[in-house]
């Protein structure tokens, strides 16, 4: 089950680049420049397809209570601006200049998604999801400590609105790469 939701944060990351691609693809037929065919058709499903589990996979991450705990946040430091601009840049040109109404540019799309997929998850990069910064989320690097418990902890953690200093919040452990903060307790 995990995998699944390592796979499912992977594609959340993607939403806003396969939203871009399906809207190319829709205006182009629209205005006649492709034609209603095989591989249109297949473009357009698969991109639908992985737009749902990709939202459906960060809803359930955002809203799943399993592992929750009270922490208390000691410090934190906003750094979404330092991920999200060159990721976001990278997955726009991608989008752009990928043309998947050829089988070879299909093909090399799905290799190329299979390719960062694997790096994406085998080093835990889920803190890279411009769809999060996008739906009001910021990207914070804390220090806490778990209620009843002295050990500090470091961790890179998702929060919706300005994060405060010692406040205690319930937090969703993932890893120490990706990590949800819920409302203060």
Known sequence: ?????????????????????????VI???????????LNTLNMVTLILLI???CWGLYYNIHSSEGAKEAIILSKENITDQHFLGYFSLFVLFALQLELTLVSG???FVCIMIFIGIVYIKNSLFYINP???LMGYNFYTIT???VGN?????????????????????IKIK???????????
């Open 1 to 25: 089950m995990e995998k699944l939701k390592d796979l499912l944060l992977f594609l959340s990351a993607f939403v806003p680049m396969f939203v871009l691609i399906l809207l190319r693809l």
């Open 28 to 38: 182009d037929m629209i205005n006649q420049n492709l034609s209603f065919n095989v």
């Open 52 to 54: 749902v589990c990709g």
């Open 106 to 108: 299909y093909i090399l």
């Open 131 to 133: 769809l999060l910064n």
């Open 144 to 146: 806490y400590k778990l």
């Open 150 to 170: 002295s050990q500090l902890r470091e961790a890179k953690m998702f929060y919706k609105g300005q994060l405060e200093e010692n406040k205690i919040y319930m």
């Open 175 to 185: 890893n120490q790469n990706f990590t949800f903060i819920d409302n203060k307790k």
